[in-house]
T-cell receptor
Framework: TAGITQAPTSQILAAGRSMTLRCTQDMRHNAMYWYRQDLGLGLRLIHY???????GKGEVPDGYSVSRANTDDFPLTLASAVPSQTSVYFCASSVTHYTDTQYFGPGTRLTVL | GENVEQHPSTLSVQEGDSAVIKCTYSDSASNYFPWYKQELGKRPQLIID?????GEKKDQRIAVTLNKTAKHFSLHITETQPEDSAVYFC????????????FGGGTRVLVKP
């Protein structure tokens, strides 16, 4: 099995453009998460989904939106990118939304110019 | 919301020595504390976790201790090896609020041969 995958691996984006980061898992995990990782700040939760059809805001949701139409996919959209959204983005999943191990994808490195 | 502080930010140890990383958290309701290891350019991976009903947990050369009264928890790595070189992140969450992790800023550990 592939586990959890993300696309693209990296992207350079002009400020003001929109972008969707893709995340897919084949582990049938109910819960999924999006984090951003900035140097010295660790990982910060952007949005999460406890189960298909539901989403919630994390610590830093502004400028991002998500959807969870099915169990496997959890795309993250930047409607109008700004340079402060330059970061490494990690998608993660866990069996349930309780305190289960979160498994991370390989990450997407996004640069907004 | 929850705030997690992690110290030190960098740690250099001689191979075979022990390494200790400390984290403090602010929300007394937090009751789940995982530790993740991230090698350079890779995704974070869970190495050990502890729940608030126990004070210590060990897994081979790795141990975590928790002091709920003082609201701090620590990661101990004994007999360090070069492959222990990585960035380590602590995190905290409240089980009743879902698997929404708040991460510390990370500790870069370098094990010198």
């Amino acid at each position: 099995t592939a586990g959890i995958t993300q696309a693209p691996t990296s992207q350079i984006l002009a400020a003001g453009r929109s972008m969707t980061l893709r995340c897919t898992q084949d582990m049938r995990h109910n819960a999924m998460y999006w984090y951003r990782q900035d140097l010295g700040l660790g990982l910060r939760l952007i949005h999460y989904s406890n189960t298909a059809g539901t989403t919630g805001k994390g610590e830093v949701p502004d400028g991002y939106s998500v959807s969870r139409a099915n169990t496997d996919d959890f795309p993250l959209t930047l409607a109008s990118a700004v340079p402060s959204q330059t970061s490494v983005y990690f998608c993660a999943s866990s069996v349930t939304h309780y305190t289960d191990t979160q498994y991370f994808g390989p990450g997407t490195r996004l640069t907004v110019l | 919301g929850e705030n997690v502080e992690q110290h030190p930010s960098t740690l250099s140890v001689q191979e075979g020595d022990s390494a200790v990383i400390k984290c403090t958290y602010s929300d007394s309701a937090s009751n789940y504390f995982p530790w993740y290891k991230q090698e350079l350019g890779k995704r974070p991976q869970l190495i050990i976790d502890i729940r608030s009903n126990v004070g210590e947990k060990k897994d081979q050369r790795i141990a975590v201790t928790l002091n709920k009264t003082a609201k701090h928890f620590s990661l101990h790595i004994t007999e360090t090896q070069p492959e222990d070189s990585a960035v380590y992140f602590c995190a905290a969450s409240i089980e009743a609020a879902g698997n929404k992790l708040t991460f510390g800023g990370g500790t870069r550990v370098l094990v010198k041969p």
